[in-house]
């Protein structure tokens, strides 16, 4: 290769300048040019999709008598959220991978010299994550449901689109999936390390709650299974699942343990997200890149 | 233009920079010459706002370099080879750093057809060759045409080729006026490049001078003479500042006086001569009496 060229007068540069949206272009460039990243969103998809219409047509669902009303609107809700137990791990890995991919690379050099503020960057980075993560998953889900629902109401169960209490779960699935992905990103740019990352979101929602309930029950220790409730896991449970009696505000106490509804398990699950958040960013706007 | 002032960076116990003040100035190359391990990088690094400074303060072109709106356009830096993500392309890798600032594709375009860069464009960095990695790292720093460039060992991993070309770039980007900053422990590299050279050692300043005089304050020239009658040469050149060695290639190292008045007084008396070569003394020569203790150098070695 013959190299040994002075450079050509460039091309135009004017008006070039930092600004927001520039950087959230070019996070969605940096989104969509990493292979893992790509595959992640492909298997979320897949998964969102395939469960549903897979199980709705090998199930036995209503046991052949049809199922209506609240039953019905229950097994409906089921089937279309089926795919988060497996997509919620896909978001964790991938929230994680997004940072700390930059951070074991070195290329979080190339984007804090490019944006020497980091918040934006790192702005920009959580919103196309969150994004890109709502908009795939809000897409597959309801491409499931409508692929499922024609089985579904031929087995006699009733599919009630029209009924809020059955639309908001299916839509929450696709937040708690988003809130996932931007905790595990959150995550990620505290420890900046991908193996410990991943291990801890991992941890987080897979082995602390079987810890809790393990010891909670061993111990006869209510307030552990009260902790529990607070996790990501399982108060993100409660925004995708059907709630006959939904419409009641707050948390309330069904038997000894605090059970949270849709909207008070939302702020949970926003709040530590929001605080693990908020941490990661001022440490990586102090740390040295 | 570059400007630091009392900057130092400490490592829990270990002073990594230790209050460096320099300033390095447009329309020159200047180098940054130390060992492994003397604070190179890591002044780089303050410079670019990436390590915080433990005190003191680093300004480019005039502001704090977090202060500038378009940052890309006033600096340009490689500072580690392969600071890219391993799964990307080199066109993507530079695509996305261009959409920060909006730098348009046809620049995107010219810094890789600069860089030599063409074939593996579309490769994944994670297969390029150091050489490879230092030309991506290149593209990326003129991406924004800078003003201020600054390169942490740019010719680390380069062929011969690659080295040359990255003098002569230094070199026209100066010459355009712009400030060029760059590292290197390769002394003799610098010596063809740099026109101004701080040395830094446990990081502290040992010099900031022009490169010429740096060399002539070291151990100073010396001449190599080849002649059929040795002695002859010696007993016409000699006197009280002269130093003469031997090779063991039968050519003489002169000292102490200077190629034309050995030329001379070897034509006066007849002498023939097959070689008469200034030698400058080198870089490694100079950077090594400002690091080292004289008195221990000169008890040590002998020439």
Known sequence: MTAVAAPQAPADLTGVRLTFPRLVRSEWIKLRTIRSTVWCFAILFVLNVGLPVLVSAVGHLGDGKGLTGDAANAVVVQVATLGVNLTSLVVAVLGVLI????????????????????????FAKALVLAVTTFVLSAASTWIGVALAAPTLEGKGVAVNLGESAVVLPILGSSVYVTLLALLAFGIGLLVRTTAGGIAITLGLLLVVPTMLQVIGGLM?????????????SEAGRELYSYDAGSGASGADTGGDVIQLNGWSAFGVTAGLTFLVGAVATVLAKRRDA | ??????????????????????????????GFLGPNGAGKSTTMRMIMGLDRPTTGTVTVNGKHYPEHRDPLRQ??????????????????????????????????????????????????VGGFSLGMGQRLGIAAALLGDP?????????????????????????YLASQGRTVFLSSHLMSEMAQTADHVIVLGRGRVLADAPIASILSGATGQRVTVRTPTPQRLVEVISGPDVTVEQGADGSLSVAGIGAAQIGEAAAGAGVVLHELTPVSASLEEAYLELTQDEVEYHSEVTR
């Open chain 1, 220 to 232: 006869d220790a209510n307030w552990l299974l009260d902790v529990n409730q607070f996790l990501p």
């Open chain 2, 1 to 30: 233009m570059i400007e630091l002032q009392h900057l130092s960076k400490r490592y829990g116990s270990k002073l990594a920079v230790d209050d460096v003040s320099f300033t390095v100035r447009p329309g020159i190359v200047t």
């Open chain 1, 99 to 122: 940072m700390t991919g930059e951070y074991t690379t070195g290329m979080i050099r190339a984007t804090f010299t490019a944006d020497p503020g980091r918040l934006g960057a790192v």
């Open chain 2, 147 to 171: 003003q201020t460039l600054i390169l942490d060992e740019p010719v680390n991993g380069l062929d011969p080729e690659g080295v040359l070309w990255v003098r002569q770039l230094t070199r």
């Open chain 2, 75 to 124: 600096v340009g830096a490689l500072l580690e080879a392969k600071a890219v993500h391993t799964g990307r392309s080199a066109y993507n890798h530079l695509l996305a750093l261009a959409a920060t600032h909006g730098i348009p594709k046809a620049r995107v375009g010219e810094v890789i057809e600069m860089t030599g860069l063409e074939k593996v464009a579309g490769k994944r």
